[in-house]
């Protein structure tokens, strides 16, 4: 029995669309060692497409701190946590990131995905409201849709409008939720003037800390701390600068109680395997270490060259973090740039529709501590000829 071939298929139309749309994906083949030089479909090129962003990925004690969770406990958890797949390394790295994060309890998701959806479908329900900011991530989308809660979406950075929504009564609970660091434009959120407002009017703040873990804070604890603020729910990922994958929430014990008992995504899928525990482990040994602070360091300095190196294009706008937008707006065009970009030896990919809204499609460089001056220099070169 054969499958009926793809002009014949149903959704075959719908590919030709994507492709007319300049919004078809492919994957493309990345080998060797993730760092700031990869071999992206054989083709040696400098880095800048990477969540890797303090070099963890390939550091040799995180490397080994897999291998050695691997032959201890085995290459996978084999069941949910509430099973057989709840390991002492996991408890292990909760206990570390809770310490680390300032809170009673930790609780270690797959990824950053099943963590927002997870928490964000077991808090709210209906008679509930959700606040979103309108450029959070899609995870956080989905979660409100999944949560059956009343969602109020407003725009970016709005705090009138947070405050507005907020005021409403009648609502069992109200949530109000944001990205510290947004994953497409780098900016940051406002947390402690939206922790005042949800102190104002009995709401809860949920902070996704994802693109400023292991970045940002004294020890690399995110954004919040940098703030002064203590979210009653702090997440994070672990796949980003820690270098490793998987995701934690951090809060009170009777939060952690509530979402083992009710967060589907934790509940209903197979724990993060012993590898991914040990060797984010070791990375967060590694960022709270002088090590990390060192790495972070550079990754600032790195932040403020390239500032002032993109002055001298078209794209020169204030940045405050390592993720740097280049806006082009038409998703073919902005997909010509890239792939002249990675024909000269710069990986910086294209970011389009619906990651991004409509005509606003971008170049996302993100930079790494391990970038050198010369590295920097040539991207930009490369984007200007590009």
């Not at 408890?91 to 300032?102: C, D, H, N, V």
């Not at 910086?348 to 606003?360: L, M």
Request: charged share 20%.
């Amino acid at each position: 029995m054969f499958l009926r071939s793809d002009t014949t298929c149903p959704w075959s139309h719908e590919i030709e669309e994507l492709r007319e749309r300049g919004l078809l994906r492919t994957m493309p083949l990345v080998n060797g060692m993730p760092g700031r030089i990869v071999t992206v479909n054989g083709r040696d090129v400098l880095n800048f497409s990477s969540n890797n962003y303090l070099g963890l990925a390939g550091h040799p004690d995180v490397i080994h701190a897999a291998s050695d969770s691997a032959q201890h406990y085995g290459a996978g958890s084999t069941a949910s946590r509430l099973i057989v797949g709840n390991t002492e390394i996991h408890r292990e790295l909760e206990s570390f990131i809770a310490t680390w994060k300032g809170t009673e309890a930790a609780l270690v998701f797959g990824s950053g995905y099943q963590a927002n959806v997870g928490v964000l479908s077991a808090l709210a329900d209906r008679g509930d409201l959700i606040i979103s900011d309108e450029l959070n991530h899609a995870s956080i989308i989905d979660g409100c849709r999944l949560s059956r809660a009343e969602v109020k979406i407003y725009p970016h950075l709005e705090l009138g409008r947070v405050e507005d929504f907020a005021k409403a009564r009648g609502y069992r609970r109200k949530l109000v939720v944001t990205e510290s660091v947004f994953s497409m434009d780098g900016d940051l959120a406002p947390l402690k003037d939206l922790d005042e407002i949800c102190h104002r009017w009995g709401a809860i703040l949920m902070v996704d800390e994802a693109h400023a873990s292991g970045i940002m804070g004294h020890e690399g604890q995110g954004l919040a701390l940098e703030q002064g603020v203590v979210p009653e729910i702090q997440m994070g990922t672990l796949g980003k600068a820690v270098g490793a994958s998987g995701a934690y929430v951090a809060g009170r014990r009777s939060l952690i109680d509530l979402l083992t008992n009710r967060a589907r995504s934790l509940i209903y899928t197979t724990a993060p395997s012993p590898a991914v525990c040990g060797s984010a482990l070791a990375a967060l040994k590694i960022i709270v270490s002088e090590e990390g602070a060192e790495r972070r360091n550079r990754l600032k300095t790195n932040v403020g060259i390239f500032q002032e190196l993109l002055a001298c294009g078209p794209w020169a706008r204030p940045n405050a973090s390592h993720i740097v937008p280049i806006l082009i707006g038409d998703s073919n065009r902005t997909m010509r740039v890239s792939a002249k970009c990675l024909s000269k030896g710069v990986f910086a990919h294209g970011i389009r529709f619906p990651t991004v809204p409509e005509g606003a499609a971008r170049l996302r460089l993100t930079l790494m501590s391990d970038h050198t001056l010369e590295d920097l220099i040539k991207a930009v070169e490369i984007l200007l000829e590009a």
